[in-house]
């Protein structure tokens, strides 16, 4: 099976059956609880590079913070500069897709934001459970979050706080005792998630999860899906995983073509160093010391390029609400040409074209003509076996008024080869 866990679950042991994915988030998260202190308990997400099925979540006690601190504390905010993005749009009008482990939508900084959504696991932790949908409302407040309490000062605020966020549970949490089930028998999980939040109205879909184990691969089911997204004028947001210290393997859904793919910066806009440094990295986002919400109604310090991932999906979700017509080609395009701090010559493998910027992306947007959801084939850039590919144009009922239709060409075409028939039979006879 391919397995996907959003980052934060620890990679296979050798020789495991059904490969796992390692994009390890949360790692060593602090406590920011914004109501009573927690008991002596853990709260560090620690990945170990080979083992399966083992959660490295070893919770340590952080400082209290109070819930008026929360805000302070989300330099992401500032390093995006989304209090001036905020004056063009804060998401109205989109719906995220969140395909993860669940979403709380009771959660005070949620509440009003996430629309009914579907389980494609069927099983596993419930409602009010320690090990239900933490992954997954974590990502959907850095998404899209409006903070609660007067004027919403209190909580997490997300990039797009208008925004909608449709949750789509594909995996479960580490802890979820049933969740070697999960990897054994809803591998196809991930696939049907795309389409559905295709079909149900997503404008965006967050992909905050992977699998970069060993043996990871590109899924053809997997890669349909995700070009299915596209064609629909679907923008796809995949973390770019959290391997840097492990070799840097490929990570999947990353990896196929037409995905955003993020990489973490800290808050001084350095590559973290957990970052999978790979050839498909798209732009970086902040994925170091954020600040998360929780089922519990804490708040948790977290790391991984699931939260990166979830920074650009809000971003990605300003463009869509402000941009409506833009393509998810041109929109990738956009994320890039606008990066902040790009690398010596555009772009590395580190943090592909620069730290995010979703002003500087929303002033280009203005002057962009919205383009063909699907991009057109280039020409072949040589000469040995013609011009390559070439456009398609469907046969209207304009053609016949017009001039020379599909039919005519045919008719043509045939009548040819008959004659050519005719003379070689003719000559074949003599």
Request: glycine share 12%; net charge positive.
């Amino acid at each position: 099976m391919r397995a996907h866990t959003a980052p934060g679950a620890p990679p296979p042991r050798r020789g495991a059956a059904h490969p796992s994915p390692t994009t390890r988030d949360a790692g060593s998260p602090r406590l920011r609880p914004g109501g009573p202190p927690p008991r002596r308990s853990t709260l560090r997400f620690r990945c170990l590079a080979l083992l399966l099925a083992m959660l490295a979540a070893l919770f340590v006690p952080g400082a209290i913070a109070y819930a008026d601190s929360i805000r302070q504390q989300q330099w992401a905010l500032d390093t995006l500069h989304a209090q001036s993005a905020w004056r063009t749009t804060k998401g109205k009008g989109v719906t995220v897709a969140v395909l993860d482990t669940g979403v709380d939508g009771s959660h005070p900084d949620l509440t009003g934001q996430v629309l009914p959504g579907t389980d494609l696991v069927g099983f596993g932790a419930k409602r009010g459970d320690s090990s239900w949908a933490r992954h997954g409302t974590a990502m959907a407040g850095i998404i899209a979050g409006h903070g609660h309490g007067t004027g919403g000062d209190s909580g997490v605020m997300g990039i797009a706080p208008e925004a909608k966020i449709l949750p789509v549970r594909v995996i479960l949490e580490d802890t979820d005792p049933q969740r070697k089930q999960a990897r054994a028998t809803r591998d196809g999980a991930l696939a049907e998630g795309i389409r559905w939040a295709v079909d149900h109205g997503a404008n965006v879909i967050n992909l905050s999860l992977g699998d970069d184990s060993k043996t990871a691969h590109p899924d053809p089911a997997e890669d349909a899906a995700v070009q299915y997204a596209l064609a629909k004028g679907i923008v796809v947001v995949a973390s770019a995983g959290n391997s840097g210290q492990q070799g840097d393997p490929a990570s999947y859904p990353a990896a196929y073509p037409g995905v955003i793919a993020v990489t973490a910066v800290d808050r001084y806009g350095n590559r973290a160093a957990f970052s999978t440094s790979r050839w498909y990295a798209t732009v970086g986002a902040p994925g170091v010391d954020v600040v998360i919400a929780d089922p519990d109604r804490r708040y948790y310090e977290a790391w991984g390029t699931s939260a990166a991932a979830a920074h650009v999906s809000g971003v990605v979700a300003l463009i869509r609400s402000a941009y409506p017509r833009l393509s998810p080609a041109q929109i990738k395009r956009l994320l890039q040409d606008t990066a902040q701090d790009p690398p010596p010559g555009g772009r590395n493998d580190q943090v592909g074209a620069g730290v995010v910027d979703p002003v500087a992306a929303l002033d280009a947007a203005a002057k962009l003509t919205p383009g063909p959801e699907a991009p057109t084939p280039a020409a072949y850039a040589k000469r040995y076996f013609g011009s390559g590919p070439t456009p398609v144009r469907a046969f209207a009922a304009s053609d016949a008024a017009s001039g020379i239709g599909l039919a005519t060409v045919s008719a043509i075409v045939g009548a040819a080869l008959l004659a050519a028939a005719a003379v070689f039979r003719w000559r074949a006879r003599r």
